[in-house]
């Protein structure tokens, strides 16, 4: 899959400015980087919430896109009619749910879940369809350990099995190491580098990277 080069300027200062992409189904890719390095100003162009400086970016004809941001929403309805906004199986709605440890809040209502759980079931909603491209933004920063772990093995199935390309951003170096296939490190609004994670994690080729890795001890 394809992603055009794009960039995004505000009153002329130009916070991303990435170059084409070429992403291959069924992998994960994970981006890291600082704040402020337009990991999220990426991601939401790509789902169309904001638009890019020029037209596009272009993808791939027919292709789907699904899109968990940063600040996920939940609607004022149950935990389960959120989750079946996302498709109408309501046996695949009860499997997430209990793979997500949400079956005991199926029936409560969504906008009084925790921060954690609410990221569950935006998890799970988005997991109702197969879409082409995943973008995920910090899907877990909200959970504690074994909700994170629990989400990322889905995660992780819900790439392999679908053939999406799935873009993970997170701010753990350890959950890319333990899901990701492949790291884009964004650094001041670029892709500095990237590559299988082995290589970028433990043999990274600029000092940005290195630093970057360095600081968050990997
Ligand atoms: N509406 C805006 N006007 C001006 N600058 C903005 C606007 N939105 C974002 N920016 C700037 O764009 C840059 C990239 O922001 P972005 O949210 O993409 O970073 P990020 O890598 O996702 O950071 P974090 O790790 O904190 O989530 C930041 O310097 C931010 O201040």
């Known amino acids: 899959m394809k992603i055009s080069a794009f960039s995004k300027t505000y009153h002329g200062v130009t916070v991303l400015d990435v170059p084409e ?3 291959h189904p069924g992998k ?6 600082s704040n402020g390095s337009g990991k999220s100003t990426y991601a939401k162009i790509l789902a169309k919430v904001l638009p890019a400086d020029q037209k596009g970016p272009q993808l791939d004809a027919g292709i789907t896109v699904g899109y968990i941001p940063q600040k996920n929403y939940a609607f004022r309805m149950s935990t389960k009619a ?3 906004l996302g ?3 309501s046996a695949k709605a009860e499997r997430l749910m209990e793979v997500l440890q949400l079956d005991s809040l199926a029936s409560q209502r969504a906008d009084r879940l925790s921060g954690g759980e609410t990221s569950r079931m935006a998890l799970a909603r988005l997991m109702m369809k ?3 491209l995943v973008i995920l933004d910090e899907p877990t920063a909200a959970m504690d350990v074994e909700t994170t772990f629990l989400s990322e093995n889905l995660i992780w199935e819900y790439a392999k099995k679908s053939g999406c390309v799935l ?3 997170t701010h753990s170096l350890q959950q890319a190491k333990r899901i990701a296939d492949e790291i884009l490190f964004f650094h001041k609004g670029q892709l500095f ?3 299988p994670k082995e290589r970028l994690l433990f043999a990274p080729t600029r000092p940005e990277t290195r630093q970057f890795l360095e600081f968050y001890g990997i």
Do not use: A, T, V
């Open 21 to 23: 992409l070429e992403l």
């Open 28 to 33: 994960i890719y994970s981006i890291i980087g």
């Open 82 to 84: 959120n989750i079946l």
């Open 87 to 89: 498709g109408s199986d």
């Open 130 to 132: 197969h879409f082409d």
């Open 167 to 169: 873009l993970l951003i």
């Open 193 to 195: 580098e990237s590559g």
